[in-house]
T-cell receptor, first 112, second 112 residues
């Protein structure tokens, strides 16, 4: 079963707008990671945030982590049509060894 | 450097048959994990190998097995295929596990 829940399940925006996706999880974690997937292809690692970090930036991506609420958000600024993809959060739980538990994903569509 | 290579890309098998999927990790990466992705269950962890040893296992029946060779290449095997085994099988490699993973493009298995 999936540990994470992502919100919204689908998001449609115009190019240039910002996109925010949220992820909630249930257990203590070592880190939380965000991945992108284009049309059923492989996953591309976007960013990793450790449990002792609160915010991290990478280019147009900004990730926040609130371990007290067991939630994270991914913000993509100035979106482009090429950002159209499914986005997944994945947690590396403390108790489960070296594995990732994925959320259900958010399908982002950026309209030109 | 070369990415994670999964072969074959597509596979069609008949119920009851068995199948072997291959994954070559990034050179120097010792951790290889396998995931199953289906529309109904999402991304689910199958198992992880590190230095030829299975280090972690997901909640899948014994029909799903894997191994890792001394060069870190990994194979997974599914015996007595069922229709529900139709999925995208993704392999991920990392240096030690517990960090960002690099995923292959996946093998899409269809069981008819």
């Amino acid at each position: 079963s999936q540990q994470g829940e992502e919100d919204p399940q689908a998001l449609s925006i115009q190019e240039g707008e910002n996109a925010t996706m949220n992820c909630s999880y249930k257990t203590s974690i070592n880190n939380l990671q965000w991945y992108r997937q284009n049309s059923g292809r492989g996953l591309v690692h976007l960013i990793l945030i450790r449990s002792n970090e609160r915010e991290k930036h990478s280019g147009r991506l900004r990730v926040t982590l609130d371990t007290s609420k067991k939630s994270s958000s991914l913000l993509i600024t100035a979106s482009r049509a090429a950002d159209t993809a499914s986005y997944f959060c994945a947690t590396d739980p403390r108790t489960s060894g070296s594995r990732l538990t994925f959320g259900e994903g958010t399908q982002l569509t950026v309209n030109p | 450097k070369a990415g994670v290579t999964q072969t074959p890309r597509y596979l069609i098998k008949t119920r009851g048959q068995q199948v072997t999927l291959s994954c070559s990790p990034i050179s120097g990466h010792r951790s290889v994990s396998w995931y199953q992705q289906t529309p109904g269950q999402g991304l689910q962890f199958l198992f992880e190998y590190f230095s030829e040893t299975q280090r972690n296992k997901g909640n899948f029946p014994g029909r799903f097995s894997g191994r890792q060779f001394s060069n870190s290449r990994s194979e997974m095997n599914v015996s007595t295929l069922e229709l529900g085994d139709s999925a995208l099988y993704l392999c991920a490699s990392s240096l030690q596990g517990r960090s960002g993973y690099t995923f292959g493009s996946g093998t899409r298995l269809t069981v008819v």
